[in-house]
């Protein structure tokens, strides 16, 4: 009999977004066999990540949904992992946004996925990187990653997405400077999004001059004028999106760095299997008191006897 995970897996990989959604509830969840099902993911998989980021508002759901109408149209598969709990993409979104999408919840050519939950430490889901591996293993072209920036979450974006996409909208035309350093380091693609908005071309104009004197005669970063909510400018966005994911091959010292960061944490999570803080706790209960207790010592006998 085939195993079940292998079996799952390979429902994932003929394009069952059932099997997809009980895998990511796996991992979700730390469900029995979810770390099974990781140690066979392929790393074959061709899917495109591509991250869009950017402030609250900014527009970047309905840009998604731009994005997926213009590549659907071009016969391409497309995934949506939404982290962002005020998404359109999550049930709780207001009815309007709903009705919006219900169009790509139907659609067999996208898989759309929220996540409600932020990692604890402020940045994206805790198991993104996870999930997304498995999303990488269904047949899609494209993987959309949608999240809202906030400090460290742009970074592990930028280390997960193949793209970067950071959404600006008018409204932040003087923040730009302020946003100058982070930001410039992430954005592979910059949109300025809502250009039927004043100021729209202020904003395109300081976003070109700091990209041009970043660029240090290298590759500038292209800024995209769009109006997500006409669809206008999506395709020039898409063209973009394309020429850095063909042109950008090798592996990126961010996404190294994201990889390395993750690595620490299951080999801290590994090292931690078998502790429990309330079995330290009655255990330090009797321990304390006594006249040699020392704490160091404790520990050490603690991590040499679990060992
Ligand atoms: N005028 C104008 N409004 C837009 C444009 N794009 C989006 N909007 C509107 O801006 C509002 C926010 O859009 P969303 O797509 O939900 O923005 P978001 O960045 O996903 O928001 P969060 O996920 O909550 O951070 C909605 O009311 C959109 O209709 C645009 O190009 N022009
Ligand atoms: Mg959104």
Not at 75 to 80: D, M, N, P, Q, T
Not at 191 to 200: E, G
Not at 293 to 307: A, G, K, Q, R
Request: net charge neutral; glycine share 8%; charged share 20%.
């Amino acid at each position: 009999m085939q195993d079940k995970i292998t079996q799952l897996l390979a429902e994932i990989q003929a394009g069952s977004y059932k099997a997809l959604a009980r895998a990511i509830t796996m991992a979700e969840n730390d469900l029995p066999g979810y770390e099974r099902l990781l140690y066979q993911l392929k790393n074959t998989a061709t899917a495109k990540v591509i991250g869009i980021t950017g402030p609250p508002g900014a527009g970047k759901s309905t840009l998604v949904n731009a994005l997926l109408n213009h590549w659907i149209n071009q016969g391409k598969k497309i995934a949506v992992i939404a982290v962002d709990p005020s998404s359109p993409f999550n049930y709780g979104a207001l009815l309007g946004d709903r009705i919006r999408m219900a169009d790509f919840y139907n659609n067999p050519s996208v898989y759309i996925r929220s996540l409600a939950t932020r990692g604890a430490l402020g940045g994206l889901h805790a198991k993104i990187i996870e999930i997304t591996d498995v999303v990488k293993q269904g047949p899609f072209d494209y993987i959309l990653v949608e999240t809202v920036g906030v400090g460290q979450s742009e970074v592990e974006i930028a280390g997960l997405a193949d793209c970067t996409i950071v959404t600006l909208v008018p409204e932040a035309g003087d923040e730009v400077q302020t946003l100058k350093a982070g930001i410039m380091e992430i954005a592979d693609i910059f949109v300025v999004n809502k250009a039927d908005r004043d100021n729209a071309d202020t904003l395109y104009r300081n976003l070109r001059m700091l990209a041009h004197e970043r660029s240090m005669g290298a590759n500038e970063t292209p800024v995209v004028k769009t109006i997500a909510t006409q669809k206008s400018g999506v395709d020039e966005l898409a063209i973009e999106i394309e020429k850095h994911l063909t042109t950008h091959n090798i592996v990126p010292e961010k996404k190294l760095q994201l990889l390395t960061e993750k690595c620490w944490q299951l080999i801290q999570h590994r090292r931690m299997h078998g502790f429990n803080k309330t079995k330290l706790l009655s255990a330090l209960k009797e321990a304390v008191g006594k006249p040699h207790f020392n704490l160091y010592s404790f520990t050490n006998n603690v991590v040499e006897n679990n060992s």
